[in-house]
């Protein structure tokens, strides 16, 4: 029975540390950049944009499909680096803890 108290203490404190976590990640911002940096995005970790910077060269009327493109990719790189950021963090908060392999939290 002194396991499953360890066990209930160890997941309490779990929570916590995940509700900590989730809400840090709300100030963590990751940037994210296309076209040699011409076009650059700004988010959190949770994925929220923050803003987004264009070179004044790219704004020519007759390529506004290749801003669009890139402003895309700009913001896919960003979300690719917030994901990043978050499954590091998440790792921090697991380290020791018996998962199954390829178990992510949260569930």
Known sequence: MRDLMGIMKQA???????????????????????????????????GQVLGVSIDPSLMVA????????????????????????AQERMAELTKGLPLPPGMKLPF
């Not at 007759?62 to 950021?85: F, H, P, Q, S, W």
Request: one cysteine or more; hydrophobic letters at 40%.
């Open 62 to 85: 007759d390529e506004r499909e290749i801003l669009e493109d890139l402003i895309v990719a700009a913001c896919n790189d960003a979300r690719g680096k917030a994901e990043a950021t």
């Open 12 to 46: 309490q404190a779990m929570q916590e540390k995940m509700a900590s976590l989730q809400s840090e990640l709300d100030s963590v911002e990751v940037a994210g950049a296309s076209g040699g940096g011409a076009v650059s995005v700004r988010m959190t970790a949770k």
